[in-house]
């Protein structure tokens, strides 16, 4: 017999090893208590530090929350229930199990978290910047080509931050007039975070970067 939600092994009457599998389940619970993910990742990290989890998006596991309970175990799985909801860290949002995939709790499109003030919004492969807010604030999961095809404000800020644990880097738009004709790429240092201001050019599609202030750090 299991669990209903998380199908924890359940002793049955008479059952021998009733030790292993009641440890089995405390080892379960006490992994995953505090049900927060550090984030989605193709493949579980070499290192899980116990506390930590994540949650897998491809291959054979996808899915499927990953976690580290026992050293005797190793990496364990947790398969998601329908409306099981978790805390994603590094998107600051909320995420729903529902129809077979998770789903951020008030994103407007898949892999990215709605904008809100003091949220981040992950991004990665290619990010059209919505018409909305003066100020963007972007965490790097990835690569990522930014487009302002729908930004119509005269004047507008983006907050970028390098990933916790990879270097990526941003392709910005063509039409993108930098001081020297000299592009600046962001930091390539971990969590760093760099700022940038644009000014758009009266009747043109082209954007002045108005400032560039890069290399923040906690």
């Known amino acids: 017999m299991k669990t209903n939600n998380y199908q924890f092994d359940l002793m049955h009457q008479g059952q021998d090893h009733k030790d292993i599998v009641y440890n089995e389940t405390i080892l379960k619970l006490d992994a995953n208590l505090n049900f927060s993910v550090i984030e989605f990742v193709s493949n579980p990290p070499e290192s899980i530090a116990y506390g930590e989890r994540f949650i897998i998006n491809s291959g054979e596991n996808k899915n499927k929350i990953c976690y ?3 050293k005797t175990k190793g990496i364990q799985y947790i398969l998601p229930y329908d409306n099981m909801v978790v805390y994603i860290i590094k998107d600051n949002c909320f995420a729903r199990f529902l129809d077979n995939n998770w789903q951020k709790i008030g994103s407007t499109s898949a892999g990215e978290t709605s904008s809100a003030i003091s949220n981040f919004t992950s991004i ?20 990522c080509k930014i487009s302002f095809a729908n930004v119509d ?3 507008f800020a983006i907050i970028i931050k390098q990933n916790y644990s990879n ?28 700022f940038f201001k644009f000014h758009k050019i009266p009747e043109s599609s082209h954007y002045l970067v108005e400032s560039a202030q890069q290399n923040y750090q906690y």
Do not use: R
């Open 68 to 70: 580290f309970a026992h």
């Open 124 to 143: 990665k492969d290619e990010f059209i910047l919505p018409n909305i807010d003066n100020c963007h604030y972007l965490y790097l999961q990835g690569n």
């Open 167 to 194: 270097s990526f880097e941003i392709e910005w738009p063509w039409n993108i007039l930098w001081s020297n004709k000299e592009s600046k790429q962001i930091t390539s240092k971990h969590n760093s975070i760099d």
């Open 153 to 155: 404000k005269v004047l």
